[in-house]
């Protein structure tokens, strides 16, 4: 059974740094992606960024330059970290992976796989 454990949300002032991991238990697949998706209050959950079994990595326009994902293979860890945060990026993050698959969707409804979110919080 796989499980998705997100952890390192909080508040945080504008311009300030936070790192998510993402915890990922019984996920096995050889071809795979992974990703972290955000939803704020009143909004549709939008992509932030994604990376698949062969390490290519995809954001989101909103956080290009600003965010990174990286993948620990050995830990069986997702993380992202987030610099230059501003009040825009306050959202409930969420970590999600794919099923066997070999190329990573940008539809959340194509993920398999859901954390239950971390809360991340922006002021200005």
């Known amino acids: 059974q796989v499980q998705l454990v997100e952890s390192g949300g909080g508040s945080v002032q504008a311009g300030g740094s936070l790192r998510l991991s993402c915890a990922a238990s019984g996920y096995t697949y050889s071809r795979y992606c992974m990703g972290w998706f955000r939803q704020a209050p009143g909004k549709e959950r939008e992509r932030v960024a994604r990376?698949?079994?062969?390490?290519?990595?995809v954001y989101a326009d909103s956080v290009k330059g600003r965010f990174a994902i990286s993948r620990d293979s050995a830990k069986n860890t997702l993380n992202l970290q987030m610099n230059s945060l501003i009040p825009e990026d306050t959202a409930m993050y969420y970590c999600a992976a794919t099923g066997f698959s070999f190329y990573c969707p940008g539809v959340y409804s194509q993920y398999s796989y859901w954390g239950q979110g971390t809360q991340v919080t922006v002021s200005s």
């Open positions: 990376i698949d079994w062969r390490g290519v990595t």
